[in-house]
């Protein structure tokens, strides 16, 4: 279903440091040293992969609302939703370039860099360390979303509105703990930090804005 690579960072490598010619304790050194790096770095990258799947699944639940919603504020709401997702998507994809994170993304086929020594087969080791189950996680949250998202697509009128705005806080609420998390685990990454900084108002402002809607929406 899905493919990915791993973008290679001069940083990353530099930190590892590679070396072929090295003695044999200095490369088991280099190999353990690059294992932590290349864990840690796919850590980062699935917390980037959740934040990007959110955006995502709420970008849909919004243009599903546009089709199915008669409600002109609910339909507002999905434009909102929308156009915020579609702007901390863009910003995220740009902050994941620029740290060489690879995002997964349906059907997406691109080749893997080549690297060489021991600090880089311990690096490699440890960015794959992990990621099978990643993996499964992953297509179950992707299977999980569809199965609400054709739900909600056989619904209509109110029924329709009162799930669509609980999906939506169940998303939002996922992505303020995710967002939490972040700041807590990467409060040393000033990028990560600024960019986590902005999306956190944005995600309790949808929160808020559903909730209100919610209420509206009561019988």
């Known amino acids: 279903m899905r493919t990915r690579r791993w973008l290679w960072s001069a940083g990353l490598l530099a930190v590892v440091g590679l ?44 243009h599903l609302a546009l089709e199915r919603s008669e409600n002109p504020e609910v339909r507002r709401f999905a434009q909102e939703l929308i156009r915020d997702h579609n702007r901390n998507q863009e910003d995220l994809e740009t902050l994941a370039e620029s740290k060489a994170l690879s995002l997964s993304n349906v059907e997406l086929a691109t080749d893997d860099l080549a690297i060489g020594g021991a600090g880089a087969e311990g690096a490699s080791h440890g960015l794959e360390k992990g990621q099978e189950k990643y993996d499964k996680k992953y297509d179950k949250q992707v299977e999980k979303f569809y199965e609400k ?49 902005r999306t956190a108002p944005v995600l309790s402002g949808h929160l808020q804005r559903a909730e209100l809607l919610k209420g509206y929406l009561k019988d």
């Open 19 to 62: 070396g072929a010619g090295c003695a044999h304790d200095e490369a088991k050194q280099a190999r353990n040293r690059g294992e932590q790096v290349g864990e840690a770095f796919a850590q980062k990258v699935r917390f980037a992969d959740q934040l990007s799947l959110l955006n995502q699944e709420q970008i849909v639940l919004g």
């Open 149 to 197: 998202r054709d739900e909600l697509a056989g619904l209509s009128g109110r029924d329709f509105d009162k799930a669509f705005l609980k999906e939506v806080t169940d998303g939002q609420d996922r992505g303020k703990e995710l967002v939490e998390e972040g700041l807590d685990e990467y409060r040393d990454d000033t990028t990560l930090a600024v960019f986590l900084g």
